[in-house]
C-alpha cells in the first residue's frame, strides 16, 4: 500500500475563487512560484487528486472549519448534559433511564441516538440533528415519547 504523506504534494496556497456548475465546483487557488511542486506541473491536465486543506491564521495556527468547531460544542454539551441532574430526572421521568446518574444518562442517551460513544455527535450529522432535538424537548419541559395532555 502507498504511504499518503510521503506521496502528496505539499504546498502552502491561497484560495482565490469558486465557479460552480451543475456538475461540480471549481477552486481556484494561487501559489507562490517557490511552492509549486515541479512534478505537479508535469501532471496531465485532468489529472484526479485527493486534496486535504487545513487553513492556516496569520500565526501560522490551524483554524478549525465552522462546523468542526460546531459539533465539538455538541459533544461538550452531550457531556454536560449528562451530568445535569435535571436532564437525569427528565430521563428518569421520560422511561429512558432507571437511575440518577452520570453514566445512566449517559447510556440512554446513546441508546437513544443509537451510538456507541458521544464522540459520534460530532462526527455524524444525522446523529447531531437527533441530538438537538433531544435537547431541544428537554429544554422545553416536555417529556420524551408523551403527548403534552398526557404529562402533568
Not at 32 to 56: C, F, K, T, W
Request: charged fraction near 30%; hydrophobic fraction near 35%.
Amino acid at each position: 500500500m502507498v504511504d499518503i504523506r510521503q506521496s502528496a504534494y505539499k504546498f502552502e496556497c491561497i484560495f482565490q475563487s469558486m465557479r460552480k456548475t451543475k456538475e461540480h465546483i471549481s477552486l481556484t487557488v494561487s501559489l507562490h512560484p517557490n511552492e509549486v511542486p515541479r512534478d505537479l506541473l508535469a501532471d496531465p491536465i485532468g489529472s484526479r487528486y485527493m486534496a486535504a486543506l487545513v487553513r492556516l491564521g496569520d500565526d501560522e495556527e490551524i483554524i478549525p472549519p465552522r462546523i468542526q468547531m460546531e459539533n465539538s460544542r455538541l459533544v461538550q454539551a452531550a457531556g454536560m448534559l449528562c451530568r445535569d441532574e435535571k436532564f437525569q430526572q427528565w430521563l428518569v421521568d421520560s422511561g429512558c433511564a432507571t437511575e440518577l446518574n452520570e453514566e445512566a444518562a449517559g447510556s440512554a442517551l446513546r441508546r437513544l441516538l443509537c451510538i456507541d460513544s458521544r464522540r459520534q455527535i460530532g462526527e455524524e450529522e444525522q446523529t447531531a440533528e437527533h441530538f438537538k432535538q433531544i435537547k431541544e424537548v428537554f429544554e422545553s419541559g416536555k417529556l420524551m415519547g408523551k403527548k403534552e395532555d398526557e404529562s402533568e
